[in-house]
């Protein structure tokens, strides 16, 4: 949350040019403050798993945040207790007619089908473009992420030889930007993917801006310039063993995958691995809540619509400052 001071007090020019959110006393008055309305479109596999991981995130500020899950109508899991579903998962159909603060859509474990192959193309297709309308700002995550610059911008997926598994240093493209309010100059982050977009792609794309990328794991974080759309190719949000479930896992099924680089002690899958990635993804969460949901979207959620979010104060302060590389 940021600092509040009198107005023009001469630290106001001071702290923001440090990047730090300074609200002054006649901004403050005229706040309206009530519940942020999430809608989650949770396609991963292991629903409770990815719930509890994202809603920890979502936890952690001192702002009220509905959560709301979604499911896919045309598709129906089918490793997930009905009940489950049924008792806490909406459908589209029941959801469609209302409007979001924010939205995060997951991965799915897809990559290695064309998009179009996927039983639920269609719908996903429809609610992403049903976001643009409803939503103040959508998550995209890991294959969400491809899925949505694949149908929006026409950027399509290119697979590795082998599997990205593992932990990976990050340097900040764009260290103004609220979204890396209180990160290190370089962070860490997990992946778990066969697939990658292209640099190229990406810069041929003038709407998008690359925030984060890795020497080992490529492109990793971009957004709209209009802050409607985030796209996160890493998973800031898994818990201390996901990696590892994943490589036994793995292992059970006679795959013999490698192990995951930067992540066990001495790559040795017998010991602990050591969490050097949640500070980063804590922050990275409670930023995109705070600066490009909460601070940006409309009081009366009935006035979301497909024009350009309210730019919050804190982002015109930032776009002013030019992106720094290392």
């Keep these: 949350m940021p600092i509040k001071i009198k ?159 593992g932990v990976y240093k990050h340097r900040l493209l764009k260290r103004t930007s609220p979204l890396f309010r209180g990160f290190d100059d370089v962070f860490d982050a997990p992946h778990s993917r066969g697939i990658y977009v292209d640099y190229e792609d990406v810069k041929r794309v003038t709407e998008l801006e690359l925030l984060a990328d890795s020497e080992e794991a490529g492109v990793t974080l971009l957004k709209t310039e209009d802050s409607k759309r985030f796209f996160a190719l890493c998973h800031l949000e898994y818990d201390w063993d996901t990696l590892k479930n994943e490589y036994e896992r793995d292992l059970a099924k006679g795959i013999d995958p490698a192990v995951p680089e930067h992540y066990f002690p001495d790559d040795d899958p017998g010991k602990r691995p050591v969490v050097h990635w949640r500070a980063a993804a804590q922050l990275f969460y409670s930023n995109w809540v705070n600066y490009y949901v909460y601070q940006s979207t409309p009081y009366d959620l009935r006035e979301i619509a497909a024009n350009k979010p309210a730019t919050s104060d804190l982002e015109r302060i930032s776009e002013k400052a030019s992106s720094e590389e290392f």
């Design 7 to 165: 107005d023009s007090m001469p630290a106001q020019a001071i702290l923001e040019s440090e990047n730090i959110f300074v609200m002054t006393e006649h901004r403050a008055m005229h706040q309206d403050i009530r519940p942020l309305q999430v809608l989650i479109l949770n396609l991963m596999p292991t629903k409770v798993v990815t719930e509890t991981q994202l809603l920890r995130k979502l936890s952690n500020s001192p702002l009220q945040v509905d959560v709301e899950f979604l499911q896919t109508e045309s598709y129906v899991p089918q490793h997930v207790d009905p009940g489950h579903l049924e008792s806490f998962y909406r459908t589209f159909s029941e959801v469609k007619d209302n409007k979001y603060d924010g939205m995060i859509i997951t991965g799915a474990p897809l990559e290695h089908i064309s998009y179009e192959e996927v039983s639920y193309w269609k719908e996903l297709c429809k609610i992403m473009d049903w976001s643009t309308h409803h939503v103040h700002s959508t998550l995209y995550l890991c294959w969400g992420a491809f899925a949505a610059l694949y149908y929006f911008y026409g950027i399509d997926k290119k697979h590795y030889d082998k599997k990205l598994s």
